[in-house]
């Protein structure tokens, strides 16, 4: 990991197959698990804060795309050796968003205790 901006929540991924860098966003973190919306959903993602730190190795697929002057867009960054942080997802049907206890809701991960150690 080249960059990390936590306060903006995206940084920048080095490889030889992105030349000049490959943007990244915190919620690119992690992605997998995590099902594709439907026509007409919404899947919304809580919990569990996701961060990259500098000179992290990170595993990572990626897209073409202009993105803040970067030439590539990862579409989804997995931090070696560290799990993913515990979060919780909601599908939403058409019309339903933002009223949280419509729509399904699944875990992934596992729950961490509000007093345990959130340094991931």
């Not at 804060?49 to 993105?67: K, L, N, S």
């Not at 990862?74 to 949280?100: F, L, M, S, W």
Request: hydrophobic share 30%; proline share 9%.
């Amino acid at each position: 990991m080249r960059d990390w901006h936590p306060e903006e929540g995206w940084g920048v991924i080095d490889s030889p197959d992105t030349p000049g860098g490959c943007w990244v966003h915190f919620s690119h973190l992690w992605r997998d698990g995590i099902p594709a919306a439907g026509p007409g959903e919404v899947v919304e993602v809580t919990s569990g804060y996701r961060e990259v730190f500098e000179g992290e190795t990170v595993d990572f697929d990626w897209e073409t795309a202009d993105q803040d002057g970067y030439d590539f867009r990862a579409t989804d960054a997995r931090p070696r050796g560290r799990q993913a942080p515990h979060r919780v997802v909601r599908h939403y049907k058409a019309g339903e968003y933002p009223n949280p206890s419509a729509g399904s809701q699944i875990q992934i991960g596992t729950p961490q205790q509000p007093d345990q150690d959130q340094n991931l």
